[in-house]
């Protein structure tokens, strides 16, 4: 598979390539220029890993045989993605059985699989910033695995403490920073690293973030997984909501539905921080300043996927009418979950933004997909205050929460960041 960068189309790169240096020049996200054509009524029938192998391996082409793609996809998909019914119309998508309870889980552990071969061996470092669970997803992914070095920036005190328990008590070849400051000031220090090539060279620095196209072509996956579990009589009916924040997750489910897996339409829901719906609305590009919100993992002002939508656009590969947006906020959220709960369903607010927005976009007829991306128990603190019942933890997250954090503090400030990888070179 050719790859080109949105930003600087001369610039083509394979599918080992692209994994290897997750952004190109100017900071341009790679993505494809052609799409494999597949049958999807054959991969409907398979069971998930042998589906999602048939499907990564038409995406990535003969650089990588079918046996090592389907080893690569059998040792990342270790765990369910079942289809929750909450109503007789409307179900959840539920990705939050892997080892970080989240669905990060499957971008970053097929992630893991393809650097270890684009890599074949040479050291890295992965840098990457995270609002919430992808540090916990990559930290778990590549944690002991040898020659990769791990730093994950995370906004100090902006993400529960939970789920920073998740990445930050593993210590060994995982490095986590506590950056002073938003999310959008995480990425924008990891942004700087990349532009410092000197340090990105001595160090072959990699990113883990959705950006990295081997996470998004994971993610494509579970869409699948999700339509092949709807009743074959309602399967033209599918509409999925999506709770968006980078918008990695949204850009999967479209490339899915460009690749044919009948959906009638993708909803991006977004919490209050709503450059996308204002967008979608206004033709205006006006991010605002971040708001901190209970679905916290979608504090997302500038998300840097969205190019990849708006290349899907422009390739024809998808029609703006098969996007909604909406933005839903606190106050509903709160509804979401209480709503839901009601219902006999015990959520968390990211997959609350979605049910809500997809109740709002649902018509009669029409069957409802929300995504769970987390589990409620690593939202525990909110869920507990919306509910105001007590919630079990599973034992992944009460082993995690009784260990010390090993996170070091840091300004928003790239001298300091650094500092703390050239540290790493000693390793
Ligand atoms: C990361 C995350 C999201 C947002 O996903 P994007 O791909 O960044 O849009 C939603 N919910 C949870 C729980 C997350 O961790």
């Known amino acids: 598979m050719q790859l080109s960068n949105i930003k600087v189309p001369a610039e083509q790169v ?16 790679f993505f494809p220029t052609s799409w494999p ?25 003969d650089e990588l045989s079918a046996a090592e793609v389907g080893e690569m996809v059998a040792k990342a998909f270790t765990f369910a993605a079942p289809l929750a019914p909450v109503t007789d119309d409307i179900s959840c998508l539920e990705l939050f059985h892997g080892p970080t309870l989240a669905f990060k889980d499957f971008g970053g552990r097929f992630m893991a699989q393809a650097l270890a071969k684009a890599q074949g061996g040479r050291k890295t470092t992965i840098v990457t910033a995270t609002s919430g669970d992808t540090g916990a997803a990559v930290a778990h992914a590549f944690y002991k695995q040898p020659g990769v070095q791990v730093v994950i920036l995370f906004p100090k005190g ?27 000031q995480c990425q924008a220090l990891v942004k700087q690293v990349f532009d410092h090539k000197a340090l990105v060279e001595k160090l072959s620095i990699n990113s883990a973030n959705s950006i990295n196209i081997s996470r998004l072509f994971a993610q494509i996956c579970y869409y699948f997984e999700a339509v092949a579990q709807v009743p074959a009589e309602k399967r033209s009916q599918v509409v999925i909501a999506v709770p968006s924040g980078n918008f990695g997750n949204l850009t999967a489910g479209l490339i899915a539905k460009a690749l044919g897996l009948p959906i009638k339409r ?13 967008y979608w ?7 605002k300043p971040t708001v901190a919100t209970l ?35 606190e106050d509903d959220t709160v509804l979401g979950v209480r709503l839901l709960s009601q219902l006999g369903y015990v959520s968390e607010p990211h997959a609350a933004v979605a049910y809500k927005a997809l109740k709002r976009s649902l018509q009669d007829g029409e069957y409802g997909i929300f995504l769970g991306t987390a589990h409620p128990a690593k939202f525990k603190e909110q869920v507990e205050n919306i509910l105001g019942t007590p919630l079990a933890l599973p034992e992944a997250l009460a082993r995690c929460a009784a260990e010390q954090g090993l996170s070091i503090d840091i300004p928003a400030d790239f001298a300091v960041l650094q500092q703390e990888l050239l540290k790493l070179e000693q390793r």
């Open 14 to 29: 394979s599918f080992l390539q692209a994994v290897r240096q997750g952004l190109g020049q100017q900071q341009g996200l």
């Open 37 to 61: 054509k597949l049958d999807i009524e054959a991969l409907l029938a398979m069971p998930m890993v042998e589906r999602s192998a048939a499907i990564l391996k038409a995406l990535i082409g």
């Open 158 to 184: 902006k993400i529960s403490p939970l789920q920073e328990k998740l990445f930050t008590t593993l210590g060994e070849n995982i490095t986590t920073l506590a950056v002073e400051g938003d999310f959008d």
């Open 266 to 278: 993708m909803v991006a829901a977004t919490n209050v921080n709503d450059t996308v719906p204002r």
């Open 281 to 287: 609305r206004s033709g205006q590009w006006q991010p």
């Open 295 to 329: 679905s916290n993992a979608m504090d997302v002002a500038a998300p840097n996927n969205w190019p990849r939508v708006e290349a899907l656009l422009a390739q024809g590969m998808i029609a703006r009418s098969d996007i909604e947006t909406s933005m839903v906020d």
